[in-house]
């Protein structure tokens, strides 16, 4: 949790003063907060007139989460990929790997059981700010 995250959950708090904190925040700072889940008791305590500051980019990252989880549904509902899917972990990896790579962590997610509304949120911040070298 960041120092504006930390603030908003104290007791006695200035909403003035964390305006000014999320104000000072990098984008990549506000994006770690949303991934993390807390953006939304900041956005409670800041001033209303101020609130545009969160709420926006909030909107479009949840715009993103909402592209990505549409990509993986469309994927995982191919013929090919049930297919994949029902055969080796291996085999399945190689074809994850093959196909679809930008999308690994998901699908290991998905082939595991164990998607949470989280990984997504954590993908987009993932894919946002890691670099992408070519090799």
Not at 52 to 79: F, S
Not at 92 to 110: C, G, I
Request: hydrophobic content about 35%.
């Amino acid at each position: 949790m960041n120092r504006a995250g930390k603030y908003a959950s104290s007791d006695k708090i200035d909403d003035i003063q964390l305006m000014n904190m999320v104000i000072e925040l990098t984008e990549k700072e506000k994006m770690a907060m949303w991934s993390e889940g807390y953006i939304d008791s900041v956005i409670e305590k800041l001033p209303v007139f101020a609130r545009d500051i969160l709420e926006n980019r909030k909107k479009k990252w949840e715009d993103t989460k909402e592209y990505v989880q549409q990509q993986i549904n469309d994927i995982v509902h191919e013929k090919e990929f049930l297919e994949k899917l029902q055969a080796e972990r291996k085999e399945f990896a190689l074809y994850v790997m093959s196909h679809y790579p930008q999308y690994q962590s998901l699908l290991f997610h998905y082939y595991d059981g164990n998607m949470k509304e989280s990984d997504f949120k954590r993908f987009v911040y993932r894919n946002r700010y890691t670099k992408n070298y070519l090799h």
